[in-house]
């Protein structure tokens, strides 16, 4: 379909957000409104024309347009189903457009999570699924792509079911009857029974505990093993208590009947430990506000790397809270603070600065006085991991692309000019965004998301005398408070 189509007189089509096995995906303009909102248009066709196909892919078209558009009106969570219709032999259905990042943003291989963000995400899925799984509807398709985390409040967005995909593969067979050749689900995420197109509820605990096990570990699920019984063997490559063990194990059991049989199951097993207390008040909340502070950081452009001042912010995916050991009641308040500040987040990013001989000559050397050390691509442009020393003495270790900073890294601010001392985590196009930290010289901290030069996202505050606030953020501000990471 063209860029600038319009549907129906109503929907203009914007940009191609995606194109696969199933149908292809836009982003959408709705016409009949005021400043015209984005939407998302699915395009779906079966790969035949056949019309004895035709009233089949009809049925089951209208059968789960009706599904969508209720679960939609059932939880916020749920995408909003806003038209369907069909036009020529073919099948569109206008969604509520999400904006965030889904989940393989945040579950990256080779960054383990802690068991208390494990804990959490878990508890966000399966409230979300309660709701899919009351109305016997089973979404057929869970894996971190079709679970997205909205931008402005941070909540869990359950999208693309699978149940509707079923159109595409519609085709007669040597029987002359009309079935289905596609099998709904995704490798690594799929169980055995869905395999053998015979889901039930208890395939997407399966998927929910797969995707559990793959943020715990670091690993993909197609690196998990079996044992001889077709149980899955993950424990070997974390440290977990045997009460979320035993969870994660019934849910992906080889045996649907041995799982938890819905997500209000799951769920119930999940908050039924002291799980959810300790979480919510792991951190007390501080009534002082940090003093605002100038916000500065050094960076460069696209053509060359210029020790100027520019606005920046801080990224990614944080752990709100972290799963506490068992203590003994001799440990001291100062003991206990001290665990938290180191265990709530697992950075993505190594806080370890490169070695520089004082000899070594940069292999550029800019005309501010910026130094780089490092490699570069065929085009001669700054590229993969390397050191940058600006004039004013801040320093960048870590990694490049297209001659901006893009990837894991550290930032170190120049001693004599700034308020913070350093930012470690990920970088996009020269900003912090993904999962870091930055840290004030007086002691301040903030781990978390950041967005565009922002905290944005979930984020905890950690204030100079010990005490933490934690929640959203968004653009630097913690909703509902008052409290600001202004960088």
Same mark, same amino acid.
């Given at each position: 379909?063209?860029?600038?189509?319009?549907?129906?007189? /109503?929907?203009?089509?914007?940009?191609?957000?995606?194109?696969?096995?199933? +149908?292809?995906?836009?982003?959408?303009?709705?016409?009949?409104?005021? *400043?015209?909102?984005?939407?998302?248009?699915? /395009?779906?066709?079966?790969?035949?024309?056949?019309?004895?196909?035709?009233?089949?892919?009809?049925?089951?078209?209208?059968?789960?347009?009706?599904?969508?558009?209720?679960?939609? *009106?059932?939880?916020?969570?749920?995408?909003?189903?806003?038209? /369907?219709?069909?036009?020529?032999?073919?099948? @569109?259905?206008?969604?509520?457009?999400?904006?965030?990042?889904?989940?393989?943003?945040?579950?990256?291989?080779?960054?383990?999570?802690?068991?208390?963000?494990?804990?959490?995400?878990?508890?966000?899925?399966?409230?979300?699924?309660?709701?899919?799984?009351?109305?016997?509807?089973?979404?057929?398709?869970?894996?971190?792509?079709?679970?997205?985390?909205?931008?402005?409040?941070?909540?869990?967005?359950?999208?693309?079911?699978?149940?509707?995909?079923?159109?595409? +593969?519609?085709?007669? *067979?040597?029987?002359?009857?009309? $079935?289905?050749?596609?099998?709904?689900?995704?490798?690594?995420?799929?169980? *055995?029974?869905?395999?053998?197109?015979?889901?039930?509820? =208890? =395939?997407?605990?399966?998927?929910?505990?797969?995707?559990?096990?793959?943020?715990? $570990?670091?690993?993909?699920?197609?690196?998990?093993?079996?044992?001889?019984?077709?149980?899955?063997?993950?424990? /070997?490559?974390?440290?977990?208590?045997?009460?979320?063990?035993?969870?994660? $194990?019934?849910?992906?059991?080889?045996?649907?009947?041995?799982?938890?049989? #819905?997500?209000?199951?799951?769920?119930? %097993?999940?908050?039924?430990?002291?799980?959810?207390?300790?979480?919510? #008040?792991?951190?007390?909340? #501080?009534?002082?506000?940090?003093?605002?502070?100038?916000?500065?950081?050094?960076?460069?452009?696209?053509?060359?790397?210029?020790?100027?001042?520019? +606005?920046?912010?801080?990224?990614?995916?944080?752990?709100? =809270?972290?799963?506490?050991?068992?203590?003994?009641?001799?440990?001291?308040?100062?003991?206990?603070?001290?665990?938290?500040?180191?265990?709530?987040?697992?950075?993505?990013?190594?806080?370890?600065?490169?070695?520089?001989?004082?000899?070594?000559?940069?292999?550029?050397?800019?005309?501010?006085?910026?130094?780089? @050390?490092?490699?570069?691509?065929?085009?001669?442009?700054?590229?993969?991991?390397?050191?940058?020393?600006?004039?004013?003495? =801040?320093?960048?270790?870590?990694?490049?692309?297209?001659?901006?900073?893009?990837?894991?890294?550290?930032?170190?601010?120049?001693?004599?000019?700034?308020?913070?001392?350093?930012?470690?985590?990920?970088?996009?196009?020269?900003?912090?965004?993904?999962?870091?930290?930055?840290?004030?010289?007086?002691?301040?901290?903030?781990?978390?998301?950041?967005?565009?030069?922002?905290?944005?996202?979930?984020?905890?505050?950690?204030? %100079?005398?010990?005490?933490?606030?934690?929640?959203?953020?968004?653009?630097?501000?913690?909703?509902?408070?008052?409290?600001?990471?202004?960088?």
């Amino acid at each position: 379909m063209l860029i600038d189509t319009v549907l129906r007189n /109503h929907y203009k089509i914007v940009e191609l957000l995606g194109s696969g096995g199933f +149908g292809d995906t836009y982003l959408a303009e709705d016409l009949d409104l005021p *400043n015209k909102p984005k939407c998302v248009v699915k /395009h779906l066709k079966p790969k035949t024309s056949d019309a004895r196909v035709l009233p089949i892919a009809r049925r089951l078209f209208e059968k789960e347009a009706e599904v969508l558009y209720r679960l939609g *009106n059932l939880s916020k969570q749920i995408p909003k189903l806003f038209a /369907h219709f069909e036009e020529n032999g073919e099948f @569109y259905l206008v969604q509520e457009f999400v904006d965030g990042q889904n989940l393989s943003t945040e579950i990256i291989p080779d960054q383990a999570w802690n068991e208390a963000q494990v804990v959490q995400l878990l508890q966000e899925i399966l409230e979300v699924l309660v709701v899919v799984h009351e109305q016997n509807i089973i979404h057929r398709d869970i894996k971190p792509q079709n679970l997205m985390r909205r931008r402005d409040d941070g909540k869990i967005m359950l999208i693309d079911f699978g149940a509707v995909k079923e159109i595409k +593969g519609l085709a007669q *067979n040597t029987q002359g009857l009309v $079935t289905s050749t596609i099998i709904i689900g995704s490798n690594g995420y799929m169980p *055995n029974e869905q395999a053998s197109s015979k889901p039930r509820l =208890s =395939s997407d605990i399966f998927a929910v505990g797969i995707l559990a096990i793959q943020a715990l $570990t670091g690993r993909i699920p197609q690196e998990f093993s079996e044992d001889a019984n077709g149980e899955i063997i993950w424990r /070997h490559w974390t440290n977990v208590s045997d009460r979320l063990a035993d969870i994660l $194990t019934k849910m992906v059991r080889y045996n649907f009947s041995q799982r938890y049989q #819905s997500a209000a199951e799951a769920l119930q %097993a999940l908050t039924s430990s002291t799980w959810t207390t300790v979480i919510a #008040s792991t951190y007390s909340v #501080s009534p002082v506000k940090p003093k605002s502070t100038n916000r500065r950081i050094f960076g460069f452009n696209g053509k060359v790397l210029a020790g100027t001042v520019v +606005g920046v912010g801080i990224v990614a995916m944080l752990a709100l =809270s972290y799963f506490p050991k068992q203590q003994s009641p001799q440990k001291t308040e100062k003991t206990e603070k001290t665990q938290k500040t180191e265990e709530f987040l697992s950075l993505p990013c190594s806080s370890e600065l490169t070695s520089l001989s004082s000899t070594r000559k940069p292999d550029i050397k800019f005309s501010d006085g910026t130094k780089y @050390y490092g490699a570069r691509d065929k085009n001669n442009k700054l590229f993969g991991k390397g050191v940058m020393i600006f004039k004013n003495g =801040s320093r960048y270790d870590g990694e490049f692309k297209n001659n901006q900073r893009n990837g894991c890294g550290i930032f170190s601010y120049s001693p004599n000019t700034s308020f913070y001392r350093d930012y470690v985590g990920q970088f996009v196009n020269d900003k912090f965004e993904g999962l870091g930290k930055i840290r004030w010289k007086d002691g301040r901290e903030y781990r978390g998301n950041f967005k565009a030069g922002h905290c944005d996202g979930q984020g905890i505050f950690q204030f %100079a005398n010990g005490s933490f606030k934690s929640g959203i953020w968004q653009k630097g501000e913690l909703r509902g408070s008052n409290l600001s990471c202004n960088i």
